[in-house]
């Protein structure tokens, strides 16, 4: 059976996503984030990089092998089949796409791991769940705003929604608040690159603590 990612993102409302994290530092802001209550990592794929469909596999593998279910780990921004079929080798519990790919979608279902795909209007939204996502990843949320997302979840309140982009600590409580949001990624407001990069760990647990700790109904770091 695969994760019931629904069921997961409700409990923890936060996928924190990581990109151009060097090797070594993955595993330490991976155990940072964690002590700060995230439980769900995104790494991401970077379109840029001529190297992507390794690195992030690798990324993937070490924080798996090390962490096992503490924490669950996705894979973002996963753009074909083949990056697809990489990152679950290597372990990745689920997919995040930035677009509404029908094929990236499909090769998911094959492999059978839940997939959150973008989108942005209502007519990609619903083509989003009709193929199969397991939630829909409303992006840019932050530039679509509140009343967006207030106005076209009426007709399509089956679907459930993960908004991203443009979500930190200032209107975190906002944007879960809203009509069919399950729960938020969020990249960089959280995943600092400064602080990672300067392996100043305990101030990105002391960050992410400030957001998980503006959520209710969750467990926090046990």
Known sequence: MPLDLWEHVKKHRIVVAVRGIAPEQILPAAKALYDGGIRMLEITFDQASPTCLTDTPAAIRQVRQAMGDDMLVGAGTVMSPEQARAAVEAGAQYLLTPNLDLEVIAAARVLDV?????????????????????????????????????????????????????????????????????GTGIGSAIARKDLIEAGRWQELTALALRYTSQLTGKEGAE
């Open 114 to 182: 839940p997939i959150v795909p973008g989108a942005m209007t209502p007519s990609e939204i619903a083509a989003a769940w009709k193929a199969g996502a397991a939630l829909v990843k409303l992006f840019p949320a932050g530039c679509l705003g509140p009343g967006y997302i207030k106005a076209i979840t009426a007709p399509i309140r089956q679907v459930p929604l993960l908004t991203m982009g443009g979500v930190d600590e200032t209107n975190l409580t906002e944007y879960l608040a809203l009509p069919c949001v399950v």
